[in-house]
Each structure stands twice: as C-alpha cells, then as structure tokens.
C-alpha cells in the first residue's frame, strides 16, 4: 500500500509541478461550464422578440395596442422613454423599436389616419418577424374598432340615437363586445397535443454542466499516457526495474492516484453546479460517486492502455486532448445524442462518454437513483477491467 500511495503522491508532485495545471484542472473547466451551461436559457425564459415600444400617445387605443403586443407569442413588449429606446437602438441593443405618437386615438383609428414609427435592424430576421407581429396587433384593434363603427351607423340608420352621448356609450358597448368575440373566436390552427404523461423535466444547463465535467475530466485521465512517456523519456521508469515494484502495483498507483485527483476535480465541478446553477446534483450523493468513479476508472484505464502505444510526451499530450474531444462530442457532452442520427446514437454507444453521460442524465434529469445507474456504471467498471488488462500485459519500463 506504501508504494501505490508513493506513487500516486510523484504523479502528483510531476503534474502540477508549475502552477499552469491548475487552469486546466478547475479553471477552465468552470470558465466553459459558466459560458454553456449558465447562458443556456432554461425552459421557464421567454423566448419571443424583444420589440422596444414608446408609447407617446398614451391613450386606451395605445394601450390596448401594447396589450396586443403580449399577448403576441412572437414578440414581447417592452415600453421605453423615447430617449432609452433611441440609445438602445443607436447602440444596436435593440433589434426592432415602435414608436406610437401622440396624435393616434380612437379618430385617427376610425378615420384610418394612425400611423405608427417603426424601426429596425438591417438584414434582421428577427426585424421581420417583429413588423408582423405589429401589423397584426394593429390590425387586431383596427377590425374592433371598424366592427363597432358598422354597429354605429346602422344604429344610426334607424335613428337609434337621441344625443352625440348616446351614439358614444353605444360605440363603446360595441367595441367591448367586438373585442369579446375577438376573444372567443376560434383559432384557425389547431394544435393538438399529446396526452402521454412526461415525467422528465428537461434543463439544458444540467446537460451542459454534465458534458463539461466529462469533458474536462476524461482528458487529463487519458493523459496518463503523457505521464509514462514523461517517465520512459527521462529513464525513471527503468530505474523501477531495480525494485521489487511488479508492474500491476506500479499501474495501480498510477491509476489511482489520478483517479483520487479526478474525483477531486469532479467534486469542485459539481458544487460549481450546485450552488452556481442552482443544479439537484446533490439527490443521490452514493449513486453519483459510484458512477464518477466508474467513469474516472475507465478513462484512466484507457489511458494506460495508451500509454503503452505511444512513444513521446508530446504524441501521448496531442493524442489525449484529441480522444478527449472526439469522444465527448460523439458521447452527446457538447450536444444532446437525441440530435444525432439513430444509427450514430447506436455506434456511440462503444465509448465510455455516451455511458457516463447518460448515467449522469439519469441521475440529474430523470430523477434515478443508485439502482437507475447501476446497468451504466457495469459498463464502465467493464471498460477499466478490459483496458486496465490490456495495458498490464503490453506494459514495458522501457
């Protein structure tokens, strides 16, 4: 046991012997989880067009416009001074700005006077989709407002009226209950829903944040191999031959104490997510180590068995990062496999990232417990036995 934690302490000692390690060991990692996972808006956010409004008119014809306006599922109001809104824009904060000006009120509408100042971005999609959602607001309260005036003259026609007050309360009646059949009438798409049950409350900040972390970890894992060319390059792996040291008790310490670091790592990460992102990763503590460190096992099994095929430090470095990479993006760590075609969904599956994410998914996102990871965990611990024999038996000190 004292030469494993030997062992283990000079692989520390060599990794972060300058102070440049530790960039890659926590700061970057919290850098890229905080860019991916804190500016992914979660499914509560209101994803609809920002439309700056001044409204200087300040009249029910202009508010009731602006009520149109959210209730719009394109675009999402928000009402401004004429100076804010203009620095906004100059400042290209804003996409898209409606000006309503003061001389628009129930006669401008009724006469078909009202004009309204828009302003938009150049060669802005979200611009266009902004004008017509404004057009349709307007057009909205225009045809209330033309419903009530028809309802007027015919009134008028059978001299219904007995003073200009009357002709006013009874345009007023009939514009509340043109609006009212505005209200009720029926939608001319209809969306149907299903009615299955979802039991998965799906939060793109807990995927990202579980991709970081195997990211981040499982390439520093995989840089054990760095770790052994290092050692052949500098001649101390030969110096071991003079000791009664066997090769699986070498492996062992080499393994484990960069499994004990990489379970360091992951614990920082996931009280990043916790108490930065407000993220459950907390729920089931037993099943989340067994599962980190199935998933730490197998990465540095894999790198040992790398260690054993490359030559140099630098190969063994370049080599790392690129698996790392390569096998967190097909392992869904970047993006979610459901984006993926089925037949890739299926390929990935021989990669221990696809089996550590999704235990992490299970864990975080669909509310598992220590026997949901189990089957994952099996996988991975079946990835370290493999690799972890694999490189025993080809292991050379020189």
Request: charged share 20%.
């Amino acid at each position: 046991m004292k030469k494993i934690f030997a062992i283990a302490w000079k692989d520390a000692v060599i990794r972060f012997a300058t102070s440049a390690e530790l960039i890659f060991f926590i700061i970057l990692p919290i850098i890229f989880t905080l860019l991916l996972a804190g500016g992914t808006p979660s499914g509560d956010d209101d994803n609809r067009i920002r439309l700056v409004v001044v409204d200087q008119a300040n009249t029910p014809i202009s508010q009731e416009i602006v009520a149109e306006l959210d209730r719009s599922s394109a675009v999402n109001p928000e009402v401004l001074s004429l100076e804010e809104a203009e620095s906004e824009f100059d400042a290209r904060r804003a996409t898209v700005v409606l000006i309503i000006p003061t001389g628009l009120d129930l006669k401008s509408i009724q006469d078909g006077t009202a004009q309204l100042d828009f302003r938009q971005q150049p060669n802005n999609l979200n611009a266009s989709v902004a004008e017509r959602a404004v057009q349709t607001a307007i057009r909205r309260v225009s045809s209330a407002v033309n419903a009530a005036n028809t309802a007027v003259e015919e009134a008028k026609s059978r001299g219904t009226f007995e003073s200009f007050e009357d002709e006013q309360a009874y345009f007023n009646e009939s514009l509340q209950l043109a609006k009212s059949i505005q209200e009720d009438a029926p939608e001319r798409v209809t969306i149907v829903e299903g009615n299955t049950p979802d039991d998965v409350e799906y939060d793109p900040r807990a995927n990202q944040s579980a991709g970081q972390l195997i990211t981040w970890v499982f390439i520093p894992l995989f840089g054990i191999s760095a770790l052994f060319a290092y050692e052949r390059e500098q001649g101390t792996l030969r110096r071991i031959l003079t000791t009664p040291t066997s090769k699986a008790t070498f492996l062992l310490g080499t393994i484990s104490g960069q499994v004990v670091m990489a379970l360091i790592q992951m614990s920082l990460l996931i009280l990043f997510g916790m108490f930065a992102l407000d993220l459950n990763w907390g729920r089931e503590p037993l099943a989340l180590f067994v599962l980190l460190t199935s998933a730490a096992l197998a990465a540095g099994a894999i790198g040992t068995t790398m260690g054993t095929f490359i030559k140099t430090e630098g190969q063994a470095s370049g080599l790392s990062i690129m698996m790392g990479m390569v096998m967190s993006l097909l392992g869904g760590c970047w993006y979610p496999l459901e984006l993926f075609p089925a037949l890739v969904q299926n390929i990935v599956k021989i990669l221990p990232t696809t089996w550590a994410m999704q235990g992490l998914l299970d864990l975080i996102l669909r509310n598992g417990g220590l026997m949901q990871i189990l089957p994952e965990a099996g996988v991975l611990l079946g990835f370290a036995a493999i690799f972890f024999t694999v490189g025993v038996m080809r292991f050379r000190y020189e």
